[in-house]
């Protein structure tokens, strides 16, 4: 069986989830669902990062201990991902003992090797992002993500020696050119390793801080937070237990924002080096959501929350436009007349007014039973079949890789197809005459055999909605792949429309109303 492990980062406590964390875990659960679609064996990590200088100072300035405040927003995300319904398989923290003992483990190991060891650094250091930062990185002498100047510190601490596997990593990322996705963020990693590359400190003096994973070997130190976070990936699977760390981990896929690249593409895999573990299988990076005020982030307090929008427009819905609205890699803007513009256009003028004119016909007509397909189809059904599976071959390629938007434009290019199909066949008129009744019956049946395309392909990217396509054409998870035409057989009866999306309008004017 083919296998995906799929991880989103471990998201970082010092804040309530917002779009950015939501639109990571959508893709995340979108490729679970879609994998699994297909039959491979896949498997969701995510969970929450609860170590370091911001957690211990978000906690203080709460009034409350680092741990008393970390379980509190932990539980938020895993409430809200559970509310939003993500299918995670696994849930970690990194409070949790087993990724403590690992942690410790694999330092213990990569130490005894001689990669690292005690030195004195002195460098420009962002709070916010709990790392050093060179002078080139820096925006007019500020961290790019806070905008705020970091502060000098020098120190004594423990060191990897990540400069000792630069030749390995370029050679890595020249043999491999699909390890980072899309192309751009690979290109840029190697920019960065035409310089010489550093050791990376990875301790914290305990006199410091104390709120981290203590190093095995010096009780006088912790654990450089990214040290102890990216390891989660590989420390789930171990406790998890069987043979998920030999089966999943070579297929690992990291979802991250393009903020956290770096520790990504160049920390990581050189730890992974030194610990003797294989690299992930691909590292995707997508870009950020912005607004009329620049990135979205909870740094700078401009956020979207998910259950707000999930209680707003529905859960499907606010993922639609997600997928759709940003190209996997790139920046997006985010507002709320374009998410309800998508919801109009794309959800309740054509998608859900398409399936309400199917089932409303096959109801008026037949009182929901199916009637029988001809012995042959006619040239026009034969192309609406034809527009379904050339969707579906072409989602498929999109899927390989990440292009959400274009798997989507895929599928609605055929649903626009069955509404011109609806029109030019016309049933609605053609039932006028007795003699073509048979032949409406035939073009209905071609019709909620789109509408159980659309159950099959629609399933990744907005489950509620399939499962409700699924229980409208009263059809099992089975009944979902059949080929055309055999999937609803003469006799069976479908359920009367419903309403699947509701126009958002303001009373009286015609116009779009911002969360109705």
């Known amino acids: 069986m083919e296998r995906i492990y799929i991880t989103t980062p471990l998201y970082y406590v010092n804040a309530e989830p917002h779009l950015g964390h939501t639109y990571t875990t959508v893709v995340a659960d979108t490729l679970k669902r879609y994998y699994r679609s297909i039959g491979y064996e896949a498997f969701l990590l995510t969970g929450t990062d609860e170590h370091g200088d911001k957690i211990a100072q978000a906690a203080a300035a709460n009034g409350t201990e680092p741990k008393i405040y970390a379980d509190r927003v932990s539980d938020l995300f895993r409430s ?3 509310q939003c319904g993500i299918a995670y398989d696994h ?5 949790d003992a087993y990724h403590k003992n690992y942690v410790q483990k694999i330092l ?10 005690f030195g004195e650094y002195g460098g420009l250091y962002c709070y916010g992002c709990e790392r050093f930062y060179t002078e080139k990185e820096l925006v007019g002498g500020k961290c790019p993500d806070h905008q705020t100047a970091p502060e000098y510190i020098s120190e004594k601490n423990y060191f990897f020696r990540m400069s000792k596997y630069q030749q390995q990593l370029i050679d890595v990322l020249q043999s491999q050119p699909d390890l980072i996705r899309p192309e751009r963020y690979r290109a840029e990693v190697l920019a960065f390793l035409r310089e010489p590359l550093e050791d990376l400190c990875i301790s914290r003096p305990t006199s410091r801080l104390q709120w981290c994973i203590p190093l095995p070997f010096d009780a006088n130190y912790v654990t450089y937070v990214w040290f102890d976070a990216l390891l989660n990936y590989v420390s789930a699977l171990e406790h998890r237990g069987g043979d998920l760390l030999s089966s999943l981990w070579p297929k690992a896929n990291h979802l991250i924002a393009k903020d956290i690249l770096k520790p990504h593409a160049i920390y990581w895999p050189t730890m992974l080096m030194a610990a003797g573990l294989p690299l992930y299988q691909h590292l995707n990076v997508h870009g950020y959501w912005n607004m009329d005020s620049g990135k979205m982030s909870k740094s700078l307090g401009n956020v979207i929350r998910p259950l707000e929008m999930k209680a707003r427009f529905g859960m499907d819905a606010f993922r639609y436009f997600l997928l759709r609205e940003m190209a996997f890699g790139q920046d997006a803007k985010f507002s709320e007349e374009a998410l309800v513009t998508r919801y109009n256009a794309d959800l309740a003028n054509n998608l859900g007014n398409f399936v309400s004119r199917a089932l409303a016909m096959q109801q008026k ?3 929901g039973v199916v009637q029988p397909l001809g012995a042959s189809w006619q040239a026009e059904d034969q192309e609406l079949h034809d527009k379904f599976a050339q969707a579906e071959n072409e989602l498929k390629e999109h899927m390989k890789e990440l292009h959400f938007h274009r798997a989507l434009e ?10 011109r199909y609806v029109v030019q066949t016309a049933p ?13 019956g035939e073009l209905l049946h071609h019709l909620l055999e789109a509408v159980r395309a659309l159950a099959r392909v629609l399933a990744p990217f907005m489950p509620e909605t399939a499962i409700e396509l699924r ?6 998870d089975d009944g979902l792949s059949a080929p055309w035409g055999q999937g609803l057989v003469a006799g069976h009866k ?3 429309p419903k309403a699947l999306f509701s126009r958002i309008i303001i009373p009286g004017t015609g116009e779009a109303r911002l969360g109705a």
């Open 80 to 82: 809200t991902w559970d």
């Open 471 to 476: 229980e409208l054409l009263v059809i099992s």
């Open 91 to 95: 849930f970690i923290r990194t409070t």
């Open 494 to 496: 479908v359920k009367p």
């Open 428 to 440: 609605f008129t053609m039932i006028k005459d007795a003699e073509k009744r048979a032949r409406v």
């Open 365 to 367: 007509y037949f009182d």
């Open 108 to 117: 213990q190991k990569i130490y005894d090797a001689g990669d690292i060891y």
């Open 410 to 419: 895929a599928v609605w290019s055929a649903l626009d197809h069955a509404n």
